[in-house]
């Protein structure tokens, strides 16, 4: 018998997808229970076959033998099984069934990376330095200082937008005294200084945010305070999450612009390689502030009566076709 992509059940994972109604983590099994489950005390065929990408095209429907490649269960699309599906359909020469599934994956892995709201950002830090401090005591040794962000100087993000980072941006974090930790390389591994033992100090001033860290006696931060004071290690990221920010798309062919207003902190850190080079977390960082302005297109084109399209000033990438697909999805179920 043939089997081919069942495309409302296609539709069903997408959505499921879309709605954030996924298990990441648990390993794949599909029993006759299972099964039973799906199909109910109502024997509701429709609902059983909307949880399968496959279909056997000569088998009757209302039975469970016309139904190929399950992906989910208790109301979740999941990972495992979707994984399973593609390695089992490339073995059975189902192409549409393979494709089908590896959309769902690339769907997965954009729904996982525009709903992160922790962003790490880098600053060329040449006033990072190493001063000495004398007195006595724990506060008597070397004291590293220097910005971890400066304001009002724009920021090429991944060349699909600009950012600035505006005074007062990190004046409501230190008031609230967030407890604030220094890392070496944003490893929580290695603790420098943490503002609740007082040996991270943050101030906001004309310039930026200004960082104190006192580190530990240990022989890593050691090296660490030796690196710096070498100019082997000269630049500093932190960790943040925005809670007010404004937007301007840009004219003349510039790209958007986003103003930071107001952040909490999470860490701050200096680092050996700028981290939206080096870490995954930062590359998920610009797919989330894309997410954010594609939902507002979405939203205006919808009170104007029209359908959206991605715009990423010039740049028709593949990533934001995903973004968009998945806000529409979204949109739509909340409509």
Same mark, same amino acid.
């Given at each position: 018998?043939?089997?081919?992509?069942? !495309?409302? %059940?296609?539709?069903?994972?997408?959505?499921?997808?879309?709605? %954030?109604?996924?298990?990441?983590?648990?390993?794949?099994?599909?029993?006759?229970?299972?099964?039973?489950?799906?199909? #109910?005390?109502?024997?509701?065929? %429709?609902?059983?076959?909307?949880? &399968?990408?496959?279909?056997?095209?000569?088998?009757? !429907?209302?039975?469970?033998?016309?139904? +190929?490649?399950?992906? #989910?269960?208790?109301?979740?699309?999941?990972?495992?099984?979707?994984?399973?599906?593609?390695? !089992?359909?490339?073995?059975?020469? &189902?192409?549409?069934?393979?494709?089908?599934? /590896?959309?769902?994956?690339?769907?997965?892995?954009?729904?996982?990376?525009?709903?992160?709201?922790?962003?790490?950002?880098?600053?060329?830090?040449?006033?990072?330095?190493?001063?000495?401090?004398?007195?006595? /005591?724990?506060?008597?040794?070397?004291?590293?200082?220097?910005?971890?962000?400066?304001?009002?100087?724009?920021?090429?993000?991944?060349?699909?937008? +600009?950012?600035?980072?505006?005074?007062?941006?990190?004046?409501?974090?230190?008031?609230?005294?967030?407890?604030?930790?220094?890392?070496?390389? &944003?490893?929580?591994?290695?603790?420098?200084?943490?503002?609740?033992?007082?040996?991270?100090?943050?101030?906001?001033?004309?310039?930026?945010? +200004?960082?104190?860290?006192?580190?530990?006696?240990?022989?890593?931060?050691?090296?660490?305070?030796?690196?710096?004071?070498?100019?082997?290690?000269?630049?500093?990221?932190?960790?943040?999450?925005?809670?007010?920010?404004?937007?301007?798309?840009?004219?003349?062919?510039?790209?958007?612009?986003?103003?930071?207003?107001?952040?909490?902190?999470?860490?701050?850190?200096?680092?050996?390689?700028?981290?939206?080079?080096?870490?995954?977390?930062?590359?998920?960082?610009?797919? &989330?502030?894309?997410?954010?302005?594609?939902?507002?297109?979405?939203?205006?084109?919808?009170?104007? %009566?029209?359908?959206?399209?991605?715009?990423?000033?010039?740049?028709?990438?593949?990533?934001?076709?995903?973004?968009?697909?998945?806000?529409?999805?979204?949109?739509?179920?909340?409509?």
């Amino acid at each position: 018998m043939a089997v081919e992509l069942y !495309r409302p %059940g296609y539709r069903h994972a997408r959505d499921l997808i879309a709605a %954030g109604k996924v298990d990441e983590d648990s390993s794949w099994s599909f029993t006759a229970a299972d099964g039973d489950a799906l199909l #109910g005390d109502d024997e509701d065929w %429709g609902r059983y076959a909307s949880w &399968h990408l496959g279909r056997e095209t000569e088998a009757d !429907r209302e039975t469970k033998a016309a139904w +190929r490649y399950p992906f #989910g269960k208790d109301g979740k699309v999941y990972r495992s099984a979707v994984r399973a599906i593609r390695s !089992r359909a490339a073995q059975q020469g &189902h192409d549409d069934i393979f494709e089908a599934a /590896g959309r769902l994956l690339e769907l997965m892995d954009a729904r996982a990376e525009v709903n992160t709201d922790r962003e790490v950002r880098m600053l060329d830090a040449a006033g990072l330095a190493v001063e000495t401090r004398e007195g006595g /005591g724990e506060d008597e040794g070397p004291v590293l200082v220097g910005y971890a962000a400066v304001f009002d100087e724009e920021t090429v993000i991944n060349g699909w937008f +600009r950012e600035v980072i505006r005074r007062g941006a990190f004046r409501r974090a230190i008031e609230e005294e967030q407890d604030v930790r220094a890392l070496w390389n &944003h490893n929580p591994d290695y603790v420098l200084g943490r503002t609740r033992a007082g040996t991270l100090r943050l101030e906001e001033d004309e310039r930026g945010l +200004r960082v104190e860290i006192r580190p530990p006696r240990t022989t890593w931060a050691t090296d660490l305070v030796e690196s710096i004071r070498r100019g082997d290690v000269s630049q500093m990221s932190f960790a943040f999450r925005v809670r007010r920010e404004a937007h301007d798309d840009g004219e003349d062919d510039r790209l958007p612009l986003r103003e930071i207003l107001d952040v909490d902190l999470y860490d701050v850190s200096p680092v050996t390689y700028p981290a939206y080079e080096a870490t995954a977390i930062s590359a998920r960082s610009p797919a &989330h502030v894309v997410r954010t302005w594609i939902s507002d297109r979405i939203e205006l084109a919808s009170q104007e %009566g029209r359908e959206p399209e991605p715009e990423a000033s010039g740049q028709e990438l593949e990533t934001l076709r995903l973004y968009l697909e998945i806000e529409r999805l979204r949109h739509r179920d909340t409509a």
